[in-house]
Nanobody
């Protein structure tokens, strides 16, 4: 089970940190990721963290501004979002990969994720 929180309203240029706490069968998690969905748009990949290999992956649109990290002891993944832009406004979802990834590019794909948390709304104002 995944629980995401930390969204809110922030001005452009500001920062937010999202958290995603995993509970239950956390030993079956190979990685965690963040996706977002803006109104009228498809859900898109934002960032991912490979729990097995420690690699991190980012969408081009957030590289250099967002950072994903993990707290092993708390089974929690974080998404630090800096220099936020109005186009970052969306509902953000965390998700977990529960099957061994065949390759690193797996983490960019929606279908790779088996468990989803509820969304948390991020609104960036001008």
């Amino acid at each position: 089970q995944l629980q995401a929180f930390g969204g809110g309203l922030v001005q452009a240029g500001g920062s937010l940190r999202l958290s995603c706490a995993a509970s239950g069968r956390t030993s079956s998690i190979y990685g965690m990721g963040w996706f977002r969905q803006a109104p009228g748009k498809e859900r898109e990949f934002v960032a991912a963290y490979s729990w097995s290999g420690g690699g991190t992956y980012y969408a081009e649109s957030v590289k250099g501004r967002f950072a994903i990290s993990r707290d092993n002891a708390k089974n929690t993944a974080y998404l630090q979002m800096d220099s936020l832009k109005p186009e970052d406004t969306a509902v953000y979802y965390c998700a977990a990969v529960n099957r061994p990834p065949s390759r690193s590019s797996y983490y960019y794909q929606l279908f790779a994720y088996d468990s989803w948390g509820q969304g948390t709304l991020v609104t960036v104002s001008q």
